[in-house]
């Protein structure tokens, strides 16, 4: 038998002798197989893009020395990223660098780990070694341990120039999100919680629809004792209706005599209703509770205060207040502790009325010889009855000194705190040394005021301040206080009042449990999601959850 293929490959032909002399022929075709032009067209078209990229590649592997790569999957790797361009994958390094660290840390130090006699040994050793970053880590502790500073640790890490290009850019970004935590943390305090807005809103509908949230407060038998000097009066400025029920209710609950107290409650306009309808509603009987409008003070009005009017309107002030605080800040040239005490500064809540109103108590209460008055950011925790029976010893304010105490960072205040000593009236009138006291819990003898000038002096300072565009100090209600109070004031002892919860994070709880009256002054108020969590139980405790309206807007799930 034969085989024969034909040379096209077209067809095969098998041939044999049979025994009769007679040669069997088989002819088999075999079917064309045709490549299409378009296939071809295609192939031709994707190979002229690919070969020059392959090439390009090529050469940045072994200009780059990734060709040490062994496999496709490294090569994958190194070059995956910069198929779109470089990457720099710094900030991923030192952030893994960290990890390691951290891991290490408490693990036993490998016997194996050798230390070098000093830096320039340790840098030799890493570039023939070539240690990867656990043993690298060890070493580091290992030197910590054996008594190396941390700032010759800092040396060495910057000791390559990528290593500090890392190290200064981490820094950057974390400066730049600290600054930028401190500013949502500004916005987030100077808004209205939803929760709380609604509980205004509800309370506020309460009172156009129902006699009992319109009842006389108080009732007409106890207004006598409105101006009775054998009682205990508070007085408490605030639009925050949840806030003042707290005041409240832990003033009483603390007092050993609550049907000795009387509390006079000022709220403005748009909050009055509201107000009143809480107090109709939820009585805090035997204690009596007067709630009054700024509208319902007939002596309290523009022509009467103007200097007021221009706070309100100084385009400086409101710009200042509500505008920018990135525009025109240098961050550069501040820390964040110095950023967030000038945003603190910078609440719109100093700009409004209620939070001026303690500076004219003696004529909204001509009949009155004593009050304490409360901000309504503060917790009572103990009975305040001894406050009356402090001899202030003529002068007119009582209050702690916030320039005497272990806390350097709540009480380390004097006059250099609030007031630029650069402007020559502050640098002739003021001692930057002088202490400074605190707003919140403040036993204010009126007899003695109303023998003073202390409201001229607080108009006339704002004024000179205006005219000097806010360069004196920056518009809070304390820095003009301190002025105007200079000589009244006769310092208690700091148990009464624990200042700092709303800005000091690590607050000592058994001090916070100890003070008879704990104020959250700062951002990072109780009833607001910033709130420090393990501080805010001291003021949740007298927030009364069962309550409909309370219910209803979620209270509870906001705080």
């Not at 009975?383 to 350097?408: H, R, Y």
Request: aromatic content about 10%.
């Amino acid at each position: 038998m034969q085989l024969h293929i034909s040379r096209s490959m077209r067809s095969i032909t098998i041939s044999s002798s049979s025994s009769n002399g007679f040669i069997d022929l088989m002819k088999i075709k075999v079917a064309a197989r045709h490549i299409s032009y378009r296939t071809l067209f295609h192939t031709i078209l994707i190979l002229a893009f690919l070969l020059p990229f392959v090439f390009i590649l090529t050469a940045l592997v072994t200009l780059e020395g990734v060709n040490k790569c062994s496999s496709f999957d490294c090569l994958g790797r190194r070059l995956g990223p910069r198929l779109l361009g470089r990457v720099d994958d710094s900030g991923r390094l030192v952030k893994d660098f960290y990890k390691i660290l951290n891991q290490v840390k408490n693990e036993e130090i490998p016997d194996g780990v050798k230390l070098p006699a000093s830096f320039s040994h340790l840098v030799s050793e890493m570039k023939s070694n070539q240690y990867d970053a656990r043993t690298f880590a060890f070493m580091l502790r290992a030197m910590v341990d054996t008594g190396l500073s941390t700032g010759r640790l800092v040396a060495f890490l910057f000791s390559s120039s990528n290593g500090a290009v890392m190290m200064e850019k981490l820094e950057r970004e974390i400066r730049e999100s600290k600054f930028s935590e401190l500013m949502n943390k500004h916005f987030a305090a100077s808004s209205i919680p939803k929760s709380i807005h609604c509980l205004s809103l509800r309370l506020t509908d309460e009172y156009s629809s129902n006699a009992h949230a319109r009842k006389q407060l108080p009732s007409p038998e106890f207004l006598p004792l409105l101006s009775d000097n054998s009682y205990h009066h508070f007085v408490l400025s605030t639009d925050n209706i949840l806030a003042a029920s707290v005041v409240v209710t832990s003033t009483i609950q603390s007092s050993l005599k609550p049907d000795n107290i009387v509390f006079h409650i000022i709220t403005d306009k748009k909050t009055y209703a509201g107000m009143h309808s809480w107090f109709a509603l939820n009585p805090v009987s035997p204690a009596i509770v007067e709630v009054k409008g700024v509208h319902q003070f007939d002596w309290l009005t523009r022509e009467n205060v103007p200097v007021l009017e221009a706070v309100e309107n100084h385009n400086g002030i409101r710009n200042y207040y509500h505008g920018n605080h990135i525009a025109g800040a240098n961050l550069s040239d501040t820390t964040p502790r110095r950023f967030a005490s000038k945003l603190q500064a910078r609440s719109p809540k100093y700009i409004s009325i209620l939070n001026h109103l303690r500076i004219y108590i003696p004529e909204l209460f001509p009949n009155l010889d004593k009050v304490v008055f409360l901000d309504d950011d503060v917790v009572i925790q103990r009975d305040l009855s001894p406050l009356w029976e402090i001899d202030l010893k003529g002068k007119v304010n009582g209050a702690v000194e916030t320039c005497k105490g272990e806390d350097e960072w709540v009480m380390s205040k004097h006059f250099k705190n609030y007031f630029n000593f650069s402007h020559p009236l502050i640098e002739k009138n003021l001692d930057p040394d002088e202490c400074a006291w605190a707003y919140g819990m403040n036993i204010f003898d009126l007899r003695a005021w109303r023998k003073t000038n202390i409201r001229e002096t607080y108009h006339s300072w704002l004024k000179e301040n205006l005219k000097s565009n806010l360069t004196m100090w920056k518009l809070g209600t304390l820095p003009p206080a301190l002025i105007a109070f200079k000589g009244h004031v006769h310092p208690i002892d700091p148990s009464w009042h624990m200042l700092g919860l709303g800005y000091q994070n690590k607050t000592n709880i058994e001090s916070v449990k100890k003070a008879a009256v704990i104020h959250y002054n700062g951002q990072a108020k109780p009833w607001l999601e910033i709130g420090f969590e393990h501080l805010r139980p001291f003021w949740t405790k007298y927030v009364n959850y069962s309550n409909d309206f309370i219910r209803n807007c979620h209270i509870l799930d906001s705080v």
